[in-house]
């Protein structure tokens, strides 16, 4: 078995690009989030030691949006379906309801940090940004509703997802 020299960075974007692969393909719910919180917080961590924010990073938006008193609460709920995928050491009997919406969350907050990290462009990144921009059109500003109808011009159904991606990617030539 040939040996690999793997940075951080290296790794991260490809346990990223399985899980927007996986995403996009209607895999394993746990699996795609637990690479992708895996992922986050390996580009989070290195953003902060970097001094590199982005505007979807978890600490911004407490700082910008909750009370000071609150942020290890609202931090721990954001985390909760990771740390529960991850650990059993306090909880071992503990079921718990799985809203896999938050996954969304978790890939853009990655796919940004890893934007902010490395300036590269990745085509599963920028077609996971698209895809949350179409799906999430409540949470956009007029200028970033606007944005998507100019880019994507269509809309699909969560039941779309695979054929979303086989279209952006192929308008790219990249499959």
């Known amino acids: 078995m040939e040996k690999k020299v793997l940075s951080k960075v290296d790794v991260s974007k490809r346990q990223l690009v399985t899980a927007i692969r996986l995403f996009f393909n209607c895999e394993d719910e746990v699996a795609?989030?637990?690479?992708?919180?895996?992922?986050?917080?390996?580009?989070?961590?290195?953003?902060?030691?970097?001094?590199?924010?982005?505007?979807?990073?978890?600490?911004?938006?407490?700082?910008?949006?909750?009370?000071?008193?609150?942020h290890?609460?609202?931090?721990?709920?954001?985390?909760?379906?990771?740390?529960?995928?991850?650990?059993?050491?306090?909880?071992?009997?503990?079921?718990l309801t799985f809203n896999s919406e938050m996954t969304d969350f978790t890939l853009l907050e990655?796919?940004?940090?890893?934007?902010?990290?490395?300036?590269?462009?990745?085509?599963?990144?920028s077609a996971?940004?698209?895809?949350?921009?179409?799906?999430?059109?409540?949470?956009?500003?007029?200028?970033g509703k606007e944005l998507t109808r100019e880019l994507y011009g269509v809309s699909y159904s969560t039941t779309q997802r695979a054929q979303y991606f086989v279209t952006w990617m192929e308008a790219f030539r990249l499959i």
């Open 128 to 143: 996971f940004r698209g895809w949350w921009m179409l799906r999430h059109q409540d949470l956009l500003t007029d200028a």
């Open 72 to 95: 290890k609460e609202v931090r721990e709920k954001f985390r909760e379906y990771e740390n529960y995928f991850k650990h059993a050491d306090r909880d071992p009997d503990r079921s």
């Open 110 to 125: 990655a796919v940004e940090a890893y934007k902010a990290l490395t300036g590269e462009s990745v085509p599963e990144f």
């Open 32 to 70: 795609i989030h637990t690479l992708a919180a895996a992922a986050r917080n390996v580009l989070c961590d290195l953003c902060a030691h970097h001094r590199i924010t982005h505007p979807w990073q978890l600490d911004e938006l407490l700082r910008d949006l909750v009370k000071p008193e609150r």
